[in-house]
């Protein structure tokens, strides 16, 4: 996969210290994988869930939730949000 911000991931360590671990290993495991769909995602991180148009990913343990939209066909993931739980359940991110 092409990826597609990495600069909102060291954003978001800068503020959150504790995820820069878990991001960057999903940050590589994104750029190393080439998804066809939800479930070869699933495969890696079986907590993925879909939320039109957004495949959404638990960070370290469900502290943190990274919001993508992927685009299987060209192979390019794009970083939308990085949130912590709360933001997320907030739902700004859906506007």
Request: aromatic share 14%; charged share 30%; hydrophobic share 40%.
């Amino acid at each position: 996969m092409h990826v597609i911000t990495r600069r909102k991931l060291l954003e978001f360590t800068a503020r959150y210290p504790d995820a820069e671990a878990a991001l960057d290993t999903w940050y590589r495991t994104a750029r190393r994988a080439a998804w066809r769909n939800l479930a070869e995602i699933r495969e890696t991180y079986p907590h993925a869930d879909y939320v039109a148009p957004h495949t959404v990913f638990n960070i370290r343990g469900n502290n943190y939730r990274l919001i993508a939209e992927i685009f299987y066909d060209d192979q390019t993931l794009l970083v939308r949000h990085v949130l912590t739980h709360t933001q997320y359940d907030e739902g700004e991110w859906k506007k």
